[in-house]
């Protein structure tokens, strides 16, 4: 299976600050990651899927990057709304894996 | 508007079955474009994919549960199901059913998900 580290495991910013999580692949995945943004008791939820593309509804701030093992999800400006827990996703190949997650607090 | 509503026994007895409904309403199972799957996540941990079934029947399954699970689809009814047999403790979280676009791959609809305790 392919493994996905994902860092920051949290980090601590304020409003208006730009945000950059990472996530690295064990092999090659082409541009086939998501991310998701999970909210204390709430279903996560995609903000970019394919690597680059935004999700219908998606604030325009949220942003990703990457291809190949390496890829970036990055907050321009950060809103009080996007402290949560985000997730990287791995679409390549069977089984699906997520990264552990990264908690963006104030 | 779509909506996924996950039902079933919130509370399991160690190694018995798991099963779980997600009812599927504004979409139709049958449409080709997707695929319905199970997603859990242990409390305070993160997020595990199960598996995944086309309304054709054919599944996909994480090899860390394959023997355990079983995921069915009712196109009549418009909802798919989850069993996984032999729980323990390990297998209590929430459960969220999730709809899975193609053509880029991706989950694009979440129910709210639902808490399941193994626990005699």
């Known amino acids: 299976a392919i493994q996905m580290t994902q860092s920051p495991s949290s980090l601590s910013a304020s409003v208006g600050d730009r945000v950059t999580i990472t996530c690295r692949a064990s092999q090659g995945i082409k541009n086939d990651l998501g991310w998701y943004q999970q909210k204390p008791g709430k279903a996560p939820k995609v903000l970019i899927y394919?690597?680059?593309r935004l999700q219908s509804g998606v604030p325009s701030r949220f942003s990703g990057s990457g291809s190949g093992t390496d890829f970036t999800l990055t907050i321009s400006s950060l809103q009080p709304e996007d402290f949560a827990t985000y997730y990287c996703?791995?679409?390549?190949?069977?089984?699906?894996?997520f990264g552990g997650g990264t908690n963006v607090e104030i | 508007q779509l909506q996924l509503q996950e039902s079933g026994s919130g509370l399991v007895k160690p190694s018995e079955t798991l099963s779980l409904t997600c009812t599927v309403s504004?979409?139709?199972?049958?449409?080709?474009?997707?695929?319905w799957g199970w997603i859990r996540q242990p409390p305070g941990k993160g997020l595990e994919w199960i598996g995944v079934i086309y309304y054709r029947g054919n599944t996909i399954y994480n090899p860390s549960l394959n023997s355990r699970v079983t995921i069915s689809v009712d196109t009549s009814n418009n909802h798919f199901s989850l069993k996984l047999t032999s729980v323990s403790a390990a297998d209590s979280g929430v459960y969220y059913c999730v709809r899975r676009a193609t053509r880029p791959e991706y989950f694009d609809s979440w129910g709210q998900g639902i808490l399941v305790t193994v626990s005699s």
């Open positions: 504004g979409a139709s199972i049958g449409d080709s474009a997707y695929y």
């Open positions: 996703l791995q679409d390549y190949s069977y089984p699906l894996t």
């Open positions: 394919a690597a680059s």
